[in-house]
């Protein structure tokens, strides 16, 4: 198999054995992030279509997403990095109930890279923790990603929460991942909820709509 449609096929089959020696080959003409977009997220995209459709099963997803996080891990040193983290500090989280966190650390990966000072809490957070962290840290944002329907519901009830204890306004909200739709959040979301709140697409919608709320 030609190299790229090789490492595609490296994240639907979890096969790690040669990773590395792949990765240094597209790295001789690709960037690290184009290696990560064009190529392995592909792969996760048929990762997605098998498990939907009962060809594959858990586990072997659950490998699937290891050789992708080790892949993100292995190329992240080769990104471009500007220098500080002064630009803005947000407090990132999947939210209650979600363990999806492979979006959420490329989300994470990006902003950090492009100037921004991520305090990524972690998975299966609840509101009462994210709102913490963003008081503690003094956050200029939230950022909330799910990728279950269910967690589309619980980022609406983490706005009512927001609302409810009168911080609506106090931090925007980005949100993220492959549940939601900019319908959902542009419409419904933002109809409900006193505060700035923002659909990001990817992470690159991501780092655009920090740079927005910053300026
Ligand atoms: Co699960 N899973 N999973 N899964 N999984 C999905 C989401 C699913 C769509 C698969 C399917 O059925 N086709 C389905 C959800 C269906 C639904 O809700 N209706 C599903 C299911 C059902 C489940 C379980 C319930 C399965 C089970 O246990 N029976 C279970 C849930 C557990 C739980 O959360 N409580 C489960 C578990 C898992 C694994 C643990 C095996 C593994 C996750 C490993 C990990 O993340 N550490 C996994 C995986 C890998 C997937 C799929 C195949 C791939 C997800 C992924 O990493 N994509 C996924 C299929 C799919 O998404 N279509 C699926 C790559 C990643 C880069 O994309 O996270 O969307 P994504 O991020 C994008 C954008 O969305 C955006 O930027 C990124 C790209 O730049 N983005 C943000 C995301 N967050 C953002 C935040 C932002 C901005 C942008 O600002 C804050």
Redesign the pocket.
Same mark, same amino acid.
């Given at each position: 198999l030609p190299l790229d449609e090789r490492l595609k096929r490296r994240i639907i089959d979890g096969e790690r054995t040669g990773l590395e020696a792949d990765l240094d080959a597209a790295l001789v003409d690709k960037s690290a992030l184009a290696i990560i977009n064009d190529i392995l997220?592909d792969g996760?995209?048929v990762?997605?279509?098998l498990?939907?459709s009962g060809q594959m099963q858990?586990p072997f997803?659950?490998q699937?997403?290891e050789v992708?996080?080790t892949s993100v891990a292995y190329l992240e040193p080769h990104m471009d990095k500007a220098d500080d983290g002064g630009k803005g500090r947000i407090v990132?989280a999947t939210v209650r /109930?979600?363990?999806?966190?492979?979006? $959420?650390n490329?989300?994470d990966i990006i902003l950090s890279n492009n100037g921004y000072e991520v305090v990524n809490i972690g998975i299966?957070q609840p509101i009462n923790a994210i709102l913490d962290a963003a008081e503690q840290h003094n956050a200029d944002a939230i /950022?909330?990603?799910?990728?279950?329907? $269910?967690?589309t519901v619980i980022m609406k009830e983490n706005l009512q929460e927001m609302a409810t204890r009168g911080v609506a306004d106090r931090w925007p909200v980005?949100?993220?991942?492959?549940?939601?739709t900019r319908a959902y959040v542009e419409d419904d979301l933002r109809s409900m909820f006193a505060g700035e709140v923002h659909y990001?697409?990817?992470?690159?919608?991501?780092l655009s709509l920090m740079e927005r709320v910053m300026a």
């Open positions: 997220l996760m995209k990762v997605g279509e498990f939907g858990l997803v659950l699937s997403a992708m996080k990132l /109930g979600d363990v999806h966190d492979i979006g $959420k490329l989300v299966k /950022g909330m990603s799910g990728l279950l329907v $269910k967690s980005l949100l993220g991942g492959a549940a939601l990001a697409r990817d992470a690159f919608e991501g």
